[in-house]
Every structure is written in C-alpha cells, then in structure tokens.
Nanobody
Framework: VQLQASGGGLVQAGGSLRLSCAAS????????LGWFRQAPGKEREFVAG????????YYADSVKGRFTISRDNAKNTVYLQMNSLKPEDTELYYC????????????????WGRGTQVTVSS
C-alpha cells in the first residue's frame, strides 16, 4: 500500500479544511489508519486514528471536538475533517497505516505518505 495525502492549504483561523489520503495497492481495509502532524523543529505528533472498519476513532486532546477522521474502504481513502482551525494547527500533516487499532505512536505505523501542509492564519 502506498499513501498520498492531499487537501492542505492556507485558511483563516476558525475555518475548515478536509484532508484526504488515497491509498494504492490491495488490502487497504486490513490497515488501521492515522493522521500525524509535525512542525519544524518538533517531533511528529499523533492527531487522529481509525480502526480497520471505521467503527472506532480516537483523537489527541488538542483536536478532540474539532477534527473528525473517517474512511471509505470502497474508495481506499481516509479523511481528516478539520474545523475551527487555530494558528497552532499550522503543521505538515501525514497519513499513516499500521496493524494496530488504537495506535498513537509513530513507531506503531509501518507505512507513511508524504505530508500536506496546513497553514492557519490569525
């Protein structure tokens, strides 16, 4: 499976963006999926994750109530709907795939896509 994230851009504080991550290859629905983000000079941090079926989702406290992760296994795509964006959400966002639902650590994910930049202006 190869992952390709898209949908980043520049938005004003309070606005919304939806990130997409399309996967090529087979067995997309055999992977748990996650979104991470990274600011320059900082470690990559977990944002949101979703189980194989999409029935379970989990979030970092910093985005809970504002971001929603979802997946469409028929389209081999995972999404991150980001609402009420804040300047501190300005980071490079990555999608990732791994074996374990509930994983929040970078090392728990095996496959990574290239990041998409999200910039929130104040």
């Amino acid at each position: 499976v190869q992952l390709q994230a898209s949908g980043g851009g520049l938005v004003q504080a309070g606005g919304s963006l939806r990130l997409s991550c399309a996967a090529s290859g087979r067995a997309f629905n055999s992977y748990a999926l996650g979104w991470f983000r990274q600011a320059p000079g900082k470690e990559r941090e977990f944002v949101a994750g979703i189980s194989r079926s999409g029935s379970n989702t989990y979030y970092a406290d910093s985005v809970k109530g504002r971001f929603t992760i979802s997946r469409d296994n028929a389209k081999n795509t995972v999404y991150l709907q980001m609402n009420s964006l804040k300047p501190e959400d300005t980071e490079l966002y990555y999608c990732a795939a791994g074996e374990f639902s509930g994983a929040t650590k970078e090392y728990e994910y095996d496959l990574w896509g290239r990041g998409t930049q999200v910039t929130v202006s104040s």
